[in-house]
């Protein structure tokens, strides 16, 4: 019945920009958007322990507030930290090597694509600003924008000394 339906759809549309749009909503509606394929920089199974080890010892803290506990869960939560960055700096030394290679070797195509493997790992963030009286934060992208352009409209705007008569 939904093939059916689809090709009635389908007869519908007039031209070919519609007929793609119409394969394209399908496919979203069957198959779901395409997720980022990030390359992990961490193993899961050795995060996966540490963070099990760290989770037990938290519950365990929450369950049982002593100075023991916390002893205990402090200690461990800065070691799965270190470990996880120790892990990462790993991570980064050899995609270093790999681009060093690929550089060495004048594989460019290759190389820019690893670049960009690289800086998709660094998340672009808006920091949020205080509206211009001070007393509200400003978190939207739209608000951020229109505040950042009020404040340089505020600082170029310098009145002439040279009247307008004497530029014409």
Known sequence: MRDRQDVLVTKVIRDADGWTDHRLSIA???????????QDWLDDNDANNLLTEKNGLHKAYMDLRTDATKAAFSRCHHLVQQRLWEMKD????????KI??????????IFF????????H???VNAPLLSTDGTTLLTEKSQILKRWAEHFRSVFDCSSAISDSAID
Do not use: S
């Not at 790993?90 to 090597?97: C, D, F, I, L």
């Not at 060093?100 to 195509?109: H, L, R």
């Open 28 to 38: 979203l509606k069957v198959l779901g958007r395409a997720r980022r394929q990030h």
């Open 90 to 97: 790993a991570w980064v030394v050899r995609k270093a090597e």
């Open 100 to 109: 060093q290679g690929y550089a060495e070797c004048n594989v460019m195509k």
């Open 113 to 120: 694509k690893a670049i960009k493997v690289i800086c998709d």
């Open 122 to 124: 660094c998340t672009k």
